[in-house]
């Protein structure tokens, strides 16, 4: 198994650019998270999916667009980058709601 | 907005010593989760250890074991015998029972050891 995969690994934008961050995991999990880590912050909730075909915003979802059309991939779209969503982004997932969520390797973005 | 605090931005411990972080939650449910989280400098978030908000007993994994006091809504974790390899940031972290697993995370602490 691979686990939680997230693609790419590191990107750097313009402002006001488009993209899209894919997480994919193959363990057959329910719910899927998408996170951002900022210095001093700590993780926050981004936007959050409990089934395929299902999204909810999560703490800080402006900027943000979230799909999740088949249950193994959640992407995180981002349709005009600003320097604020400069960010450390990790995808996560979960089998139910309450057992711990497993992490992917986080994607670097840095918008100019 | 319920929240998770981590009162100790950075600690140090020598090699095969023990240390303890903080970390203190508000909450108004009766059911959640707790989680302590390790990331070193790959980035990659593992799962230390865990403890069900219903359990009165106290979570070890090994060298880590938590001190969960409910009624003041602490819950730090200590490192036994700690190693190089515990070098990393910690994340305390909290699910509620009906948040559909969100986590909500502190700000973290550095830990540093020294040999």
């Known amino acids: 198994n691979a686990g939680v995969t997230q693609t790419p690994k590191f990107r750097v934008l313009k402002t006001g650019q488009s993209m899209t961050l894919l997480c994919a995991q193959d363990?057959?999990?329910?719910?899927m998270y998408w996170y951002r880590q900022d210095p001093g912050m700590g993780l926050r909730l981004i936007h959050y999916?409990?089934?395929?075909?299902?999204?909810a915003k999560g703490e800080v979802p402006d900027g943000y667009n979230v799909s999740r059309l088949k249950k193994q991939n959640f992407l995180l779209g981002l349709e005009s980058a600003a320097p604020s969503q400069t960010s450390v982004y990790f995808c996560a997932s979960r089998p139910t709601a309450y057992n711990e969520q497993f992490f992917g390797p986080g994607t670097r973005l840095t918008v100019l | 907005a319920q929240t998770v605090t981590q009162s100790q931005p950075e600690m140090s411990v020598q090699e095969a010593e023990t240390v303890t972080l903080s970390c203190t939650y508000d909450t108004s449910e009766s059911d959640y989760y707790l989680f302590w989280y390790k990331q070193p400098p790959s980035r990659q978030m593992i799962l230390v250890i865990r403890q069900e908000a219903y359990k009165q007993q106290n979570a070890t994994e090994n060298r880590f074991s938590v001190n969960f006091q409910k009624a003041a809504k602490s819950f730090s974790l200590k490192i036994s015998d700690s190693q190089l390899g515990d070098a990393a940031m910690y994340f305390c972290?909290?699910?509620?029972?009906?948040?559909?697993?969100?986590?909500?995370f502190g700000q973290g602490t550095i830990l540093t050891v020294h040999p």
């Open positions: 999916s409990v089934g395929e075909g299902t999204t």
């Open positions: 972290a909290r699910s509620g029972g009906t948040s559909y697993g969100k986590l909500t």
């Open positions: 363990m057959n999990h329910e719910y």
